[in-house]
Every structure is written in structure tokens, then in C-alpha cells.
């Protein structure tokens, strides 16, 4: 059962202007929500988190914002840049638990 | 290095043979884990060590894959008997035991990219 899903698998948008995207999930003991970053031919880099207590999250560009009734997430990346161009994965973690569920991911092109 | 390293990056393999992936975690890192990514997914869990010790493999796909951390460091992940279904990208993570509550997040290597011919 896919517990966390990306629907979108695509997304372009033009340099300077807000990108979002989505996560569902369906497990309501997930307690922790991640956002990795994906370059070709690297792993995954850590972008941002937010706990399940919290609805909003910030750090510099980059916002996700929880939706614990709806079970959904976002990642918001305002102004977007040509560098942001890569694979977004929506990660969660079940309570008390160690490992991550992963989305399968939305590639996000900022065009320039 | 500052970071995960995982080596080699690349592996090919016959069906029917052994491999042996390496991992060795960001320096200070008690936990280690290891996922398995197919091609156009999500990295999967296979298994994940507190220091030396395996507390969940429940994500091996099978009797042919094992994984061990002998002296709390440098993890080891064997695939025996390699089927074309093994190929994928397998992922290594590390990170801190999170402290009063607070969530440490895992960061990961670049991966080997195992090919079954």
C-alpha cells in the first residue's frame, strides 16, 4: 500500500515565481514529514521538515505547510531559481518509528 | 569526508552472483539505514542498525540479502545469489538519535547503482 503519495509527477514553472508541491498520505501515525532533494546521479539531500504538532514550517525560500485533517502537505519555494530544478520526494516517518516512507516524486523544472 | 560515502558507485554483476556494497556513515552517527530505489520511485526501506545492532530488517526482500555493522561504523550490504529483479539504486542514510524528542533527520549517499545482467 502506497502510504505516502505525490500525484503530480511533473511540474514547471518560470524563474521568480512561487513553486508548490503536494503530498498526500494516508497513515495518521506519521509524526514527522521531510522534503528531500534530488540531483541526477546523487542522493537524496535534506531540505526541510515539519513535526505533526506544527501546520507550518519556514526556512529561508522554502515553506511546507501541514494539513493534518486533510493528510496533506506542500512544499512552497518562493522566488524559484534555476538551481531548484530537480526530484522532490515527500518522506514520513511513523511515530516512534526509525525509517521513512517515501513518495515516488515530482521533478520540479524552473525555467529561466 | 563531511558526508556519507558509499562505494562503488557502480556494480555489475552477473545473475547468480554475490555482491557486497559499502557504507560509511557521517562520523558520530549512531543510526544507519539502508533503502533499495527502482527506477522512477521513492527510495524503499530495507533495514536499519543502532550502532551495531540490526534493530529492523524488515524491508529485505529476501533470505538472500543480509546486512551487518560489526564495530558500529562502516555497514556492509550483501546480496547473494543476484537476480535481475536486484537492480536497482541502493541508498545509505545516517544519522543522530534524536534527543529529548527532537528529530534528527537522516542524510544519504550517493548510492551504488547495481545492474544484473
Known amino acids: 500500500d502506497q502510504q505516502v503519495k505525490q500525484n503530480s509527477p511533473s511540474l514547471s514553472v518560470q524563474e521568480g515565481r512561487i513553486s508548490i508541491l503536494n503530498c498526500d498520505y494516508t497513515?495518521?501515525?506519521?509524526?514527522?514529514f521531510l522534503w528531500y532533494k534530488k540531483y541526477p546521479a546523487e542522493g537524496p539531500t535534506f531540505l526541510i521538515s515539519?513535526?505533526?504538532?506544527?501546520d507550518k514550517n519556514e526556512d529561508g525560500r522554502f515553506t511546507v505547510f501541514l494539513n493534518k485533517s486533510a493528510k496533506h502537505l506542500s512544499l512552497h519555494i518562493v522566488p524559484s531559481q534555476p538551481g531548484d530544478s530537480a526530484v522532490y520526494f515527500c518522506a514520513a516517518r511513523k511515530e516512534y518509528g526509525n525509517k521513512l516512507v517515501f513518495g515516488a516524486g515530482t521533478i520540479l523544472r524552473v525555467k529561466s | 569526508g563531511a558526508g556519507v560515502s558509499q562505494s562503488p558507485r557502480y556494480k555489475v554483476a552477473k545473475r547468480g552472483q554475490d555482491v557486497a556494497l559499502r557504507c560509511d556513515p557521517i562520523?558520530?552517527?549512531?543510526?544507519l539505514f539502508w533503502y533499495q530505489q527502482a527506477l522512477g520511485q521513492g527510495p524503499e526501506f530495507l533495514t536499519y542498525?543502532?550502532?551495531?545492532?540490526?534493530?529492523?530488517k524488515s524491508g529485505l526482500p529476501s533470505d538472500r540479502f543480509f546486512a551487518e555493522r560489526p564495530e558500529g561504523s562502516v555497514s556492509t550490504l550483501k546480496i547473494q545469489r543476484t537476480q535481475q529483479e536486484d537492480s536497482a539504486v541502493y541508498l545509505c542514510?545516517?544519522?543522530?538519535?534524536?534527543?529529548?524528542?527532537?528529530?534528527?533527520?537522516?542524510?544519504f549517499g550517493d548510492g551504488t547503482r547495481l545492474s544484473i545482467l
Open positions: 515539519i513535526s505533526s504538532i506544527k
Open positions: 542498525f543502532q550502532n551495531e545492532a540490526q534493530l529492523d
Open positions: 497513515n495518521s501515525m506519521f509524526d514527522y
Open positions: 562520523s558520530g552517527h549512531v543510526s
Open positions: 542514510a545516517s544519522s543522530y538519535i534524536g534527543v529529548a524528542g527532537r528529530y534528527q533527520p537522516q542524510h
